[in-house]
Every structure is written in structure tokens, then in C-alpha cells.
């Protein structure tokens, strides 16, 4: 068994004579930052140690900005919109549909463990807030998929030419997280 700092007796910290740090500012985190208006601010145990098997992330995006198709083969997800207008997309693997939920202030969905999905800003300025019941979540980004894979998998796989997808990919030469890059 891996070791774990949780305790069997759904306590989130060892009893002790000291209050364990309980506050800290999510801006002092920079996930990823592709401005100063799309940006991801991450909150883990590391920051809060006494916050046990989950975490927490600020998402601002603005209008046309897409946080990119990804899933987290680790942890579920739940997003409250704070503000503004979005849209989540999200891949049934099930049914291998994709459902589209349009959210604004207020509401939530909810991404079940290693869904793929993406975030898609419709209003000017999008806040959401994000919990994962995983501190030490894993992300995989589409981006990473599509530039890591070789041409010739594609080739074979997909019966796609590996000359042509090769030049297609060519201009993600690393993790986009929010779209579209900037040129």
C-alpha cells in the first residue's frame, strides 16, 4: 500500500497543540499562465498540507479561449462558474458522445474520473472554480497526445499520411493548455 497522508479516521490532520496552516493565496500558484487574462492558479496539499486528497484551481479565461481538450486519468472534477459564460464539453466514453453544457454564475458540472473534456469561454471574462478529489491529480492534454505521438503511428493507426499530419502538428511544439496559442 502506497503511503498516504490520509487518516482512517477521516480526519484531514494529526491532532497536535497547533492550528496547521489553513490559509493560503491561489495567485501565489501559477499553473499555467498563457497571459495575465487566461491564466490557472493551483491549490494542492503542498500549499495546504492539511488539505488531504484534494485540490483546488482558479481558471480565467477570456472569449474564444479554450482550456484544451484534456482528462485526468486520477481524479473527478467539479467546476462552479463564478462568472461569465462558458461552455463544457465533455466525451462520454460510454456512449462515445459528446454532450455540450453551457453554465454561467453559479452553476456546476461535474466531470467523471478520466472523461476527456475542455472549457470553451463564450463571455468576455470567465471565473471558474475547480475541485479535484486528488492532490496529486494528473493531467493529459491533447496537445501532448497529438505532438508526442509519432507520424507514423498515425500512418498506421489511422490510415492518415504521416508526411501530411507531421506538418499539420507541426506547429504545437509544446502543451497549449488554453487555446488558441499565441503566434
Known sequence: MFNSKY????????????????FFDSRDNISFKKDDNNIIYKVTG?????????????LFLTKDNVREPHWHPNAWELNVVVSGKII???????????HHYPATNGQVVFIPMGWLHWVTAVSDKVHLHIFLNNEHFETLDGSDMLRLMSPEL????????????????APITKSVVIGPPIS
Request: no cysteine; proline share 7%.
Open 88 to 98: 463544457f464539453s465533455i466525451l462520454d466514453p460510454n456512449t462515445k458522445q459528446v
Open 46 to 58: 503542498t500549499q495546504l498540507p492539511a488539505m488531504v486528497d484534494g485540490a483546488f484551481a482558479n
Open 154 to 169: 498515425f500512418q498506421v493507426t489511422y490510415n492518415i499520411d504521416a508526411k501530411q499530419i507531421s506538418e499539420a502538428l
Open 7 to 22: 487518516n482512517p479516521d477521516k480526519t484531514n490532520f494529526e491532532k497536535h497543540s497547533g492550528t496547521p496552516n489553513l
